[in-house]
């Protein structure tokens, strides 16, 4: 769920990945804390970079509007432009997402099985609950951290059957012959329950944001349902919203 990414992808290269990751921490940190970033020598050294990819580094950053730098004064993060990163319009593997924002990302498959439709993924893909569905729960690390659970379910046909590792968007084209070019998604909260609080490694009651996915393909079929749970200390997500007048005082 993201559209604009803070670096571009490393190119498979371990040093510059490296360096990318220990960046955004320290962008993220300055955002949360409002002090500048530290000095280039003090981020090269720590980095372990030399200044020329730091300035690289830094100039992608500070065109998205992230960061600002003037000669001979501190380099700030704009917490706002940061934000932008995180956005719920477009979806964005989730892996993809927190490894770009500077995370050691990993994910896991703690379930998968062959059963029948959930009665509340049945009622929105107006689908018979006894229909065929594959389901499996995911769930991905942010560093050591658990940053999201995911409950994915998509009906199956008769002769295809899930393969390991799959993505739940490559099983749905698999299935029904188009791929997901849009997800309706309802964002909510819940409060972990004990099994779930033993999943994401957090206190029974924790907060956690949820959102409720429903993939639909060019044709307006209804291609798979995904209950997402997400840690908010790993990542906020936000939305833009266009005003339109009239504007009305008060």
């Known amino acids: 769920m993201s559209t604009t990414l803070p670096l571009p992808p490393p190119g498979g290269d371990p040093a510059a990945l490296r360096m990318q990751h220990g960046l955004l921490r320290f962008v993220r940190e300055a ?3 409002g002090a500048p970033l530290p000095g280039e020598h003090e981020l090269t050294a720590r980095l372990g970079c030399t200044r020329q990819q730091l300035r690289n ?6 065109a998205q509007g992230i960061v600002r730098r003037r000669q001979g004064t501190v380099t700030t993060v704009d917490p706002v432009a940061l934000r932008l990163s995180v956005r719920l319009e477009e979806q964005f593997e989730h892996t993809d997402l927190l490894d770009r924002l500077g995370y050691r990302a990993s994910v896991e498959v703690l379930s998968s099985q062959t059963g029948t439709l959930p009665s509340q993924a049945a009622a929105l893909m107006e689908l018979p609950p006894a229909t065929r569905a594959h389901r499996a729960r995911k769930r991905w690390r942010a560093d050591e951290t658990v940053a999201m659970v995911a409950d994915d379910v998509v009906p199956l046909a008769d002769e295809i059957e899930a393969r390991d590792g799959e993505s739940i968007f490559d099983l749905a084209h698999r299935v029904w ?4 070019i849009w997800e ?8 972990l329950d004990e099994a779930l609080a033993t999943t994401f490694e957090l206190a029974v009651g924790t907060p956690v944001m949820t959102f409720e996915l429903v993939g639909v393909g060019a ?10 749970y997400h840690n908010p200390a790993v990542a906020s997500y936000s939305v833009v919203r266009t ?8």
């Not at 309706?184 to 409060?191: H, K, Q, R, Y």
């Not at 005003?243 to 008060?250: C, D, E, K, Y």
Request: charged content about 20%; aromatic content about 6%.
């Open 219 to 228: 044709s307006g079929k209804r291609l798979m349902y995904s209950l997402e």
């Open 177 to 180: 012959g188009e791929p997901v």
């Open 57 to 62: 580094a830094m100039s992608t950053l500070e």
């Open 31 to 33: 955002a949360e804390s």
């Open 243 to 250: 005003v339109r007048p009239p504007w009305h005082g008060g």
């Open 184 to 191: 309706v998604s309802t964002p909510g909260v819940a409060l």
